[in-house]
């Protein structure tokens, strides 16, 4: 299993990918990460158990209930539900789980990077999607300068 930087870039290098936690309200933040993805190229498949479709996509219930599968899973999910999510996509066969978290708690829960770790699949837990993605706009570079100068940037 990999970890840090090499498990953020192999996430990245993984062009299916669900967005599981995909809010139904088109303001919120998992929204734009969705939005963002997609129009860098990413074949992001929504999934919220609350929602038909997202911006007109089919929305899916289940990772697991994607067809054809996913290489890897975002979950912007809440703690609560993140470790039956992480479940959900060891079953799906996920090998790339990214933990969202901006404030807060997020996805980042000990149950659901545990549920990664046991089933083999590299997980990010708890970094923002946008510092690592180019041309993600000033203050995503802002974020990623602060984080390098203070040693907290991953390894």
């Not at 929305?59 to 470790?83: F, H, K, M, N, Q």
């Not at 837990?125 to 100068?149: N, T």
Request: aromatic share 8%.
């Amino acid at each position: 299993m990999t970890s840090g930087l090499q498990s953020i870039h192999e996430f990245l290098a993984c062009r299916r990918i669900a967005a599981a936690g995909v809010a139904r309200d088109s303001r919120h933040f998992s929204r734009t990460i969705f939005r963002e993805l997609r129009a860098r190229g990413y074949d992001v498949v929504p999934v919220n158990p609350h929602a038909s479709e997202i911006d007109g996509m089919r929305c899916y219930a289940r990772v697991t209930d994607i067809d054809p599968p996913v290489e890897a899973a975002l979950l912007t999910t809440t703690g609560a539900a993140s470790e039956a999510v992480a479940q959900d996509c060891a079953d799906a066969g996920v090998k790339h789980v990214w933990l969202y978290r901006a404030v807060g708690q997020g996805a980042v829960t000990p149950g659901a990077v545990a549920v990664c770790e046991r089933n083999g699949i590299s997980v990010v837990p708890g970094e923002c999607i946008f510092m690592f993605l180019r041309d993600a706009g000033w203050i995503h570079a802002v974020h990623r300068l602060w984080r390098k100068a203070v040693g907290s940037y991953p390894a």
